[in-house]
């Protein structure tokens, strides 16, 4: 069977563009796992994890919001951030979560703002603990 | 003595001037490369997101979003302008700043509040002396500029744009068109002009059945936003490609300049110091002359 080309582009660089077993996401409103043969796709990420499964092994990166897209087995993930899971700075994560929790939420938008960013916090904190256990 | 003793020492000093030059020309080749790999990084990013744009377009999405609506009435705008934190680079930071500045008053000539913002230490003093202090000044921005710093005042601004605390962002920065051609330019970010690839139609005619997740809405909610900052980013970016060939070609010209004194200089020493020979010569000769006569 055709493997995935998965390909994961950032605005600084192209972190990576390398054939795939398997790719799982977050999305915007929950995970999606992505084998070959997978129907064409574009979805809005969320803040969560991202596993590329090749050769039996499992690649885990913390992904903040971004877009991907499935095409003729090449899966494209467009973010504004992808970090190494074993490399999630925990501490600056506790103090996002920190500051966000203290911030004011007195109109719509800004407690759109804060959750978005207690929703940032807590991903990298449960991306990086996963990697540790 | 005296006359070719000063003219080796104006050599001297120009030398060590042009080697200074020199590395600096070095420097700044090496940095353009770099910043250079950095804007093309940037492109592909860029060209995915209008693919993405393209293919929703494609599935029949009407591409309407609050950030592409000019605003009926502007009454309150902010001018970024970006120009670097070191000089020796030619005219690049005199050519923004005076753009930045007509367009200022071209603004302030409509409406009362604008804001001025200035990134690079070099147009902030340049407003200053022309006794217009920015409202807000940035040194941060070096010739790497991240995507994590641009993300900062890019989510400041789309804040303030969607409170309604600004109806216009107006960026002044040095485009790169290409190595031979940089220019200063004035863009209009906020409102967008609209997301690359949306007028676009298939020209193939099949269209592609997507699954759209978790709706086409939400997708366009957060591209949107996502297409201003990086183009935000891109303008960052493009300065600083700017800044270093600007540098370079000032630099290289500055070495070349120096080159043809030193041969100057070297010729009026030469000069100098045989006329020197010629005249003690001269002196010897006439004393021995004088004493055998």
Redesign the interface.
């Given at each position: 069977m055709a493997n995935l080309q998965c390909i994961v582009?950032?605005?600084?660089?192209?972190l990576r563009d390398t054939p795939a077993e398997f790719v799982a996401l977050t999305?915007?409103?929950g995970e999606?796992g992505i084998a070959p043969g997978h129907?064409?796709?574009?979805?809005?990420l969320g803040a969560g994890e991202m596993r590329i499964t090749q050769d039996g092994k499992t690649e885990r990166y913390y992904v903040e919001?971004?877009?991907v897209?499935v095409?003729n087995n090449t899966v494209?993930v467009?973010t504004?951030?992808a970090v190494p899971a074993d490399r999630i700075d925990e501490a600056a994560a506790v103090e996002q979560l920190d500051t966000a929790r203290s911030r004011p939420a007195n109109t719509p938008?800004l407690m759109a703002?804060r959750d978005r960013s207690v929703a940032q916090g807590r991903a990298q904190l449960r991306v990086a603990r996963r990697s540790h256990s | 003595m005296a006359k070719a003793r000063v003219l080796d020492r104006r050599r001297k000093s120009i030398r060590s001037i042009r080697k200074i030059t020199r590395t600096m020309e070095l420097i700044s080749t090496a940095r353009f490369k770099r910043a250079m790999d950095r804007a093309s990084a940037a492109t592909a990013y860029t060209n995915r997101i209008t693919k993405v744009v393209r293919d929703l377009a494609r599935a029949g999405l009407e591409v309407s979003h609050p950030l592409l609506e000019p605003r009926p009435e502007i009454r309150r705008a902010a001018v970024l302008v970006l120009s670097a934190n070191r000089g020796m680079c030619g005219g690049y930071n005199g050519n923004v700043f005076r753009l930045g500045r007509r367009r200022l008053e071209e603004i302030r000539g409509q409406i009362d509040a604008v804001r001025l913002e200035v990134s690079g230490k070099r147009g902030i003093s340049a407003f200053r002396f022309r006794k217009t202090t920015p409202d807000a000044s940035y040194t941060q921005f070096e010739d790497r500029p991240t995507f994590e710093e641009v993300d900062v005042l890019a989510t400041r601004y789309l804040e303030e744009f969607e409170t309604g605390q600004i109806d216009q962002l107006d960026v002044v920065y040095t485009k790169f068109e290409s190595l031979s051609r940089q220019q200063a330019v004035v863009e209009t970010l906020l409102p967008l002009a609209g997301l690359d690839g949306a007028g676009e139609e298939d020209e193939t005619g099949e269209g592609i059945q997507y699954d759209l997740l978790p709706s086409a809405e939400s997708i366009l909610d957060d591209i949107v936003p996502t297409s201003f900052k990086v183009k935000l980013f891109k303008c960052f970016l493009d300065a600083a490609v700017s800044e270093q060939i600007a540098r370079m070609m000032a630099m290289k010209a500055a070495t070349e300049n120096a080159d043809s004194m030193i041969d100057h200089l070297s010729m009026a020493y030469n000069r100098a110091r045989q006329g020197q020979i010629t005249a003690d010569l001269l002196e010897v000769i006439s004393g021995a002359e004088a004493l055998n006569g």
């Amino acid at each position: 069977m055709a493997n995935l080309q998965c390909i994961v582009v950032t605005p600084e660089t192209t972190l990576r563009d390398t054939p795939a077993e398997f790719v799982a996401l977050t999305l915007y409103d929950g995970e999606v796992g992505i084998a070959p043969g997978h129907t064409p796709l574009i979805g809005r990420l969320g803040a969560g994890e991202m596993r590329i499964t090749q050769d039996g092994k499992t690649e885990r990166y913390y992904v903040e919001s971004g877009f991907v897209e499935v095409l003729n087995n090449t899966v494209s993930v467009l973010t504004s951030r992808a970090v190494p899971a074993d490399r999630i700075d925990e501490a600056a994560a506790v103090e996002q979560l920190d500051t966000a929790r203290s911030r004011p939420a007195n109109t719509p938008e800004l407690m759109a703002i804060r959750d978005r960013s207690v929703a940032q916090g807590r991903a990298q904190l449960r991306v990086a603990r996963r990697s540790h256990s | 003595m005296a006359k070719a003793r000063v003219l080796d020492r104006r050599r001297k000093s120009i030398r060590s001037i042009r080697k200074i030059t020199r590395t600096m020309e070095l420097i700044s080749t090496a940095r353009f490369k770099r910043a250079m790999d950095r804007a093309s990084a940037a492109t592909a990013y860029t060209n995915r997101i209008t693919k993405v744009v393209r293919d929703l377009a494609r599935a029949g999405l009407e591409v309407s979003h609050p950030l592409l609506e000019p605003r009926p009435e502007i009454r309150r705008a902010a001018v970024l302008v970006l120009s670097a934190n070191r000089g020796m680079c030619g005219g690049y930071n005199g050519n923004v700043f005076r753009l930045g500045r007509r367009r200022l008053e071209e603004i302030r000539g409509q409406i009362d509040a604008v804001r001025l913002e200035v990134s690079g230490k070099r147009g902030i003093s340049a407003f200053r002396f022309r006794k217009t202090t920015p409202d807000a000044s940035y040194t941060q921005f070096e010739d790497r500029p991240t995507f994590e710093e641009v993300d900062v005042l890019a989510t400041r601004y789309l804040e303030e744009f969607e409170t309604g605390q600004i109806d216009q962002l107006d960026v002044v920065y040095t485009k790169f068109e290409s190595l031979s051609r940089q220019q200063a330019v004035v863009e209009t970010l906020l409102p967008l002009a609209g997301l690359d690839g949306a007028g676009e139609e298939d020209e193939t005619g099949e269209g592609i059945q997507y699954d759209l997740l978790p709706s086409a809405e939400s997708i366009l909610d957060d591209i949107v936003p996502t297409s201003f900052k990086v183009k935000l980013f891109k303008c960052f970016l493009d300065a600083a490609v700017s800044e270093q060939i600007a540098r370079m070609m000032a630099m290289k010209a500055a070495t070349e300049n120096a080159d043809s004194m030193i041969d100057h200089l070297s010729m009026a020493y030469n000069r100098a110091r045989q006329g020197q020979i010629t005249a003690d010569l001269l002196e010897v000769i006439s004393g021995a002359e004088a004493l055998n006569g």
